[in-house]
Each structure stands twice: as structure tokens, then as C-alpha cells.
């Protein structure tokens, strides 16, 4: 009988040593350090319609963990299997457990996209497609669809306008669809009461303050100067005289290294030619900052009609009420250029 308890404890003692490894073991399967990476943290990419194989690959190819298998054998017993697509932030020692309990419900870390200094919506697809999952073909594609450009209200030539120039958080795996969708969210927000009554007490449409405010954002650098400016044009529009707009000129020559406008660059037949045409051109020549928008909504009141860019070069401009005051403007600047040897 005593051989007999002493057999019987003995089994009882190894099966809770066996017991107590196996827990300790499974423990540190779940819980202990299994990410390594040779810096504090890293982002993990998982495109969209990938599975858990897909990401087990990208895991090994990228020799993100220390034990592929407890991972795998975590993943199993948290019965993790499909797989969120979208850009994830690992750090160094991150356990299974936590790893898995992040893409499990699709924590992502947003990317901040940031986009200005655009002239055409094919440049807006190149900056924007570095940041997200869609490529620049795709965006390109829905950017150009006419039929999506007329499901937001807008036109081949207006429909860049609904792009505020701004930073954005979005995330990684955002469609092309759902950045168009996410961009016209943000403008409706941009344009609210205030905004919306200012434009139609001048008497323009939303897309006609940002094109005046894309021939401002152009014509000077200076934010204080801006009023002033968008104040001149909107004198112009209602005298019923030409623009006469550089910006639009080079935009319709389509040669963005222009620094100086010739008699011959003039003379290109294109509504976006304000010296040919009257009234506003089709549509942005340039994707304008906020504040340049806000310009043209809270433009200054006076009677100038002319400006030109003054001789120092400071990025400020002369202004004239009559045509004489300007051609003495004009001249001096000219004479800088000369001086300068800036002749086209």
C-alpha cells in the first residue's frame, strides 16, 4: 500500500511539473517578447485581400519575429485567422499576444498626407499615391472620371476645387474611391455658413472663389498682401475689363519655368488666357492654401485696378488706380529684370 501511494504521489509530482512547464511554457508563447527589430518600431504593410498565409509570409520575409511558430500556435489558440488590411505599427519585444490582439481588430496607425503646391489633378494623384495603398494609375483613373467628377457637382475643369489644400489623417489602405469620398466630406466641411454666404454675396459660385483664389495663391507669397490682390480682380471682374492675369497665361502655355510673360505667350488662344478672355477662367489654375480662399472672401475694399511686382523684388506689389500710375510701376520693375538678365 505504501509503494503503492508512493507510485501514485510521484505521478501526481511529475504531472504537475509537466503541467506547470507546459503553462509556463504556453505563458511565455503568449506573453514574452517575440517581435525584433533592430530599432524601436516599425510599420508592418498588409495589403487589402491578403490572408493569414499572406501574412505569415510578410512576417518571415521580413524577419519580424524571433519564433514564427509560437506566433502561428497564439494566432491558433486566439483563434486569429482573418486578416485586416492596413499599415500597423510593431515595436521591439512586442509579445504574440499583443501583436495578434492589434491586427485582430485593425488598429492601424493613420498616415498624414499632406498636399499643396498642385497644379493639375494628375499631380495631386503622384503626392497623395506615395501615402496610400492606391496607386497613382488607380487615382488617376477616378480622378479623370467624368462621371464621378459630376456625382460631387463639379466639371473636368472645376473639380480639382474640391481638394483643399491641407493635411490629412487617413489610413494606409484607403481606396482611390474612398479618398475622392473622404475629400468631398472635407470640403463640405470647409464650406460652411459663413464661407458659403460670403461667396454669394460676391456674387461667385464656390469654385469660382477658388479659381480667383488659385490666380491669388500665384500672384504673391505675402498672406497679408493677398486681400489686396484678390480686391483688384474682383475690381476688374466687375468693370467688366480683362484679368490680365500672368498665372493664367503660363498655365495656358503649359511651361511652369516661365518667369517672365511675353507679347508671344499672350497671344496662345486658350480660355485660360485672361488677356484674350474676359471674366474668370474655366476653372483653379493652382490647388490654393486656405488662405488664399479666405482672401478672396474677406478681400480688401478699395479702387485699385493694377498691380505690378515691385523693383526690390521683396515679393510685394505696387498698386495704381489708373492705367499711367501702372506703366510707371511696370517700367521699374522691368528695368529690375534687365538688370537681373531675366529676359523670358
Same mark, same amino acid.
Given at each position: ?26 505563458? /511565455? ?70 501583436? #495578434? ?30 501615402? #496610400? ?26 473639380? #480639382? ?82 484679368? /490680365? ?100
Amino acid at each position: 500500500m505504501k509503494k503503492t501511494l508512493k507510485i501514485t504521489a510521484l505521478i501526481l509530482f511529475l504531472a504537475l511539473l509537466a503541467g506547470g512547464f507546459w503553462a509556463y511554457q504556453t505563458y /511565455q508563447e503568449i506573453y514574452a517578447a517575440n517581435v525584433s527589430i533592430n530599432k524601436e518600431s516599425d510599420f508592418l504593410y498588409i495589403p487589402s485581400h491578403s490572408n493569414f498565409d499572406d501574412l505569415i509570409s510578410e512576417l518571415e520575409e521580413k524577419h519580424y519575429l524571433k519564433d514564427i511558430a509560437s506566433f502561428k500556435k497564439v494566432a491558433e489558440l486566439k483563434s486569429f485567422s482573418k486578416v485586416k488590411a492596413g499599415r500597423y505599427t510593431i515595436h521591439n519585444k512586442m509579445s504574440n499576444n499583443a501583436l #495578434i490582439n492589434m491586427l485582430r481588430i485593425g488598429d492601424q496607425t493613420p498616415v498624414r498626407i499632406t498636399f499643396n503646391h498642385i497644379r493639375t489633378l494628375k499631380q495631386l494623384a503622384g503626392k497623395v499615391s506615395v501615402n #496610400i495603398e492606391s496607386d497613382s494609375i488607380s487615382l488617376v483613373k477616378k480622378l479623370y472620371d467624368k462621371e464621378i467628377q459630376k456625382k460631387y457637382g463639379f466639371n473636368s475643369h472645376t473639380f #480639382i476645387s474640391m481638394f483643399i489644400a491641407n493635411t490629412y489623417e487617413l489610413y494606409w489602405n484607403t481606396s482611390a474611391e474612398a479618398f475622392i469620398k473622404r475629400m468631398a466630406t472635407e470640403y463640405k466641411a470647409f464650406w460652411n455658413k459663413k464661407r458659403k454666404a460670403k461667396a454669394r454675396k460676391l456674387g461667385l459660385s464656390q469654385s469660382e472663389v477658388t479659381t480667383l483664389a488659385s490666380i491669388v495663391e500665384l500672384e504673391s507669397l505675402k498672406n497679408d498682401e493677398k486681400p489686396r490682390i484678390a480686391g483688384v480682380y474682383l475690381n476688374r471682374l466687375r468693370k467688366g475689363m480683362l484679368l /490680365q492675369a500672368d498665372p493664367t497665361v503660363i498655365f495656358a502655355v503649359g511651361d511652369f519655368n516661365i518667369k517672365r510673360v511675353l507679347k508671344k505667350h499672350l497671344e496662345i488662344d486658350s480660355p485660360y488666357n485672361t488677356y484674350k478672355y474676359k471674366g474668370l477662367p474655366p476653372g483653379p489654375i493652382y490647388l490654393p492654401s486656405v488662405s488664399s480662399i479666405d482672401a478672396v472672401l474677406n478681400y480688401e475694399h478699395h479702387s485699385y485696378i493694377y498691380f505690378c511686382a515691385k523693383e526690390d523684388f521683396s515679393g510685394y506689389h505696387n498698386f495704381a488706380k489708373s492705367y499711367s500710375q501702372h506703366i510707371n510701376n511696370a517700367r521699374k520693375y522691368q528695368r529690375a529684370l534687365n538688370r537681373r538678365r531675366i529676359y523670358k
